[in-house]
Structure formats: C-alpha cells, structure tokens
C-alpha cells in the first residue's frame, strides 16, 4: 500500500523551464514532508523540508507549495538546468515512534540544454 | 568525514548463497537504516537500529537480518538470497530519534540474484 503517490514517473523540461514534481497522501497524522534528490550512482539527498504550518517553503530555485486540506505537496523546480537532472522522491514522516520516512515512487528528471 | 560509507558497491550471487552488506558511518550517529530501492516503488526500509545492541523490523524485513555490534556499524545479511532480492541496498543514519532529523545516505549497494 502506498501511502505517498508521486507523479510524473518522468519528466522532461528544457533548459529554463520550470519543473513540477507533486505528491499526495492519505494519512492526516503526517506532518514533515521532505524531498530528496539522488544523483545516478549516488545515495539521496536531502533538498528540502516543509511542516504543514506553512504553505510554501522556497530555497533558492526550489519551492515546496503545501496544500493540507487537498493532502497534497508539490516541488517546484524554478530556471531548471542541466544539473538538476536526477531522481526526486517525496517523502512523509510522523511523530511518535522512530525516525520512519515513506518515500513516493519517485520522479526522473531531465533538463535537456 | 566519510559520512556513511557502503561495501561492496556492486555484488552478484547465485539463488541460495549468502552475503552481508556493511554500512559504516563516521558522524557519532545513534540511529541507523537499511533501505532498498527497486523502480517504481521508491525507498522501502527493512530494518532499523536506534542504538549499539539494537535492531527492529521496517515495512519489508522478511528475507533479512542485521546486526549492529558497534555504533558506527550496521549490517545487513541475506541469509539465502533470492532472485526477489535483486534490488539497489542503502544505508543511511541519522542523529537521533527526532523525526524531523535528516537522514543521510550511503552511496549504496548494487546487488543482482541470479
């Protein structure tokens, strides 16, 4: 059962383009929503972090929009270029208990120049 | 600074045969994980360590075993390996129990089950 669904599978933006990356879940308890970005042949990374205190989080190029009565969280990849092309996963996590992340499927993406 | 290291980074083996992954990190970290990553269905975690002397089951843990003797170590076993278990292993551990804490990742394990 997957209880963080990530869409696209994959994309392509050209070189510029803004690149959208969104994730939805279902259980109201999640409460830090994190995105990691892996580079082929490397482990992941953390991007970007937001609580659903707010409704928008931006660092640098990359913004997360947080919309808590839809259940939904989106990154925002803004002037992409070619060096972010690489695999993003959304992730949820919950207090209470250990330090658990449940990841989504996870989006390819491709900055063509 | 390592940071979490991985060995070996690739692996074949034959159904059957056993291996053991070994995850090493040098930043003092109480609290480490073994993930693995298959397409399609992201990062799922098989188990965890919150401390030296202690382990516990994540979301797929059947097939699997770890240990974790020392602090800076933690391993994860394939008992008799199965093609079901051909996948890309991480490791990752982080400060503490906090669930906002970071996790960080090793550069993971290419394991192929043939």
């Known amino acids: 059962q997957q209880q963080v669904k990530q869409s696209p599978q994959s994309l392509i933006v050209q070189k510029g383009g803004i690149s959208i990356i969104n994730c939805a879940y279902e259980n109201t308890a999640f409460d830090y929503f994190p995105w990691y970005q892996q580079f082929p042949g490397k482990g992941p990374a953390l991007l970007i972090a937001?609580?659903?205190?707010?409704s928008e989080k931006k660092e640098g190029r990359f913004t997360i929009s947080f919309n808590k009565s839809a259940k939904q969280f989106s990154l925002h990849i803004m002037d992409s270029q070619p060096g972010d092309s690489a695999t993003y996963f959304c992730a949820a996590a919950m207090g209470g208990g250990y330090n658990k992340l449940i990841f989504g499927a996870g989006t390819r993406l491709a900055v063509h120049p | 600074n390592a940071g979490v290291t991985q060995t070996p980074k690739f692996r074949v083996l034959k159904t059957g045969q056993s291996m053991t992954l070994l995850c090493a990190q040098d930043m003092n970290h109480e609290y480490m994980y073994w993930y693995r990553q298959d397409p399609g269905m992201g990062l799922r975690l098989i188990h965890y360590?919150?401390?030296?002397?202690?382990?516990a089951k994540g979301e797929v843990p059947d097939g699997y075993n770890v240990s974790r003797l020392k602090k800076q170590n933690f391993l994860l076993g394939l008992e008799s390996a199965a093609p079901s278990q051909t996948s890309v292993y991480f490791c990752a551990s982080s400060t503490s129990v906090a669930y906002t804490d970071t996790q960080y990742f090793g550069p993971g394990t290419r394991l192929t089950v043939l």
């Open positions: 937001i609580r659903p205190d707010v």
């Open positions: 360590s919150v401390g030296e002397g202690t382990t």
